[in-house]
């Protein structure tokens, strides 16, 4: 469970552990490949450190262009194209990716050559461009992809909340107003399961997701801190930090700290912290 808790997180920096990770290992793997290579055919036609300097540069290139590929992707106006025009802003995207990862490519070559006393003549030519962009198009696609696929198991595997689907406005069931829900619908590896709100002991914001805390159990949902806290507002919740969120209820004790902050502990013993611009607001809830 505290491996869970910690994947949840640091999602994100799992995600870019592992980008890190292929990227290296993939163009280490290219760079002893050529250099094996040239040892096959007995022919020497560079020093066995350039092509270590050129696959290490293009890897640089790629992973320093990786945040505009999830940044756009994290963009709501992104996914609520249409296809066809999700292509195309695809398309745009990865022409403007290859085109960065060619710059900082090359220049990262022109220093380091440099800097041996040697010209790097990456031979800029329309052939030579279409060519780098063709590879980094298809690789830009790759990384969408691995991108998507990295968030479904992880809504797989971790489990998702959101509040079940409200009743048509013509039912019987329907109140026909807007109110705070009682319970969450959680989908983890192909079931769903019921969790209770008066079973939520705190939030915790993290990324575009809000981990919700019942004892031993972490659900993430799909939302911000500041929105939930506000309809969950009835339940008793408190916004007690920027990323933190408490049943009022459960609060055992609050102790100042130097400073000027606050360390808060609930029933159940978990210890969270109070930021400045909250404490007055808890005060006078206490009050």
């Known amino acids: 469970m505290e491996l869970q808790r910690i994947w949840q997180r640091h999602t994100g920096a799992i995600g870019a552990l592992l980008a890190i990770g292929y990227v290296l290992v993939n163009n280490s793997i290219n760079a002893s490949s050529v250099l094996m290579e040239q040892t096959r055919r007995g022919v020497v036609e560079?020093?066995?450190?350039?092509?270590?300097v050129w696959e290490m540069t293009s890897a640089t290139g790629t992973l320093l262009m990786l945040p505009l590929?999830?940044?756009?992707?994290?963009?709501?106006q992104f996914s609520m194209q249409t296809p066809l025009f999700a292509l195309m802003l695809l398309t745009i995207g990865g022409v403007v990716f290859s085109l960065g990862h060619i710059g900082i490519m090359v220049l990262l070559r022109e220093l380091i050559y440099g800097l041996q006393g040697l010209e790097y003549n990456f031979n800029f030519s329309w052939f030579e461009l279409i060519y780098e962009l063709r590879k980094d198009i298809w690789g830009f696609f790759f990384w969408v992809v691995a991108y998507q696929l990295y968030h479904y198991l992880l809504q797989q595997l971790l489990g998702e909340a959101r509040v079940p689907d409200e009743p048509p406005i013509n039912s019987p069931h329907a109140?026909?107003?807007?109110?705070?829900p009682e319970q969450l619908l959680v989908?983890?590896?192909?079931?769903?399961?019921?969790?209770?709100?008066?079973?939520?002991?705190?939030?915790?914001?993290?990324?575009n997701?809000?981990?919700?805390?019942?004892?031993?159990?972490?659900?993430?949902?799909?939302?911000?801190i500041t929105k939930l806290t506000q309809q969950l507002e009835s339940k008793g919740f408190i916004r007690i930090h920027r990323s933190y969120a408490v049943k009022f209820a459960l609060i055992?004790?609050?102790?100042?700290?130097?400073?000027?902050?606050?360390?808060?502990e609930l029933k159940s013993g978990q210890r969270l912290p109070v930021s400045r611009r909250f404490k007055d607001a808890l005060k006078t809830s206490v009050c």
């Open 175 to 180: 109140s026909g107003t807007e109110s705070t």
């Open 187 to 207: 989908k983890k590896l192909g079931r769903e399961f019921i969790v209770q709100l008066d079973d939520v002991e705190w939030l915790e914001s993290s990324g």
């Open 252 to 264: 055992r004790s609050i102790k100042p700290i130097p400073s000027g902050d606050a360390e808060l």
């Open 209 to 224: 997701y809000v981990n919700l805390h019942t004892g031993d159990q972490v659900y993430p949902m799909r939302a911000t």
């Open 46 to 52: 560079f020093a066995s450190w350039e092509p270590w």
């Open 69 to 76: 590929v999830f940044w756009l992707l994290r963009r709501p």
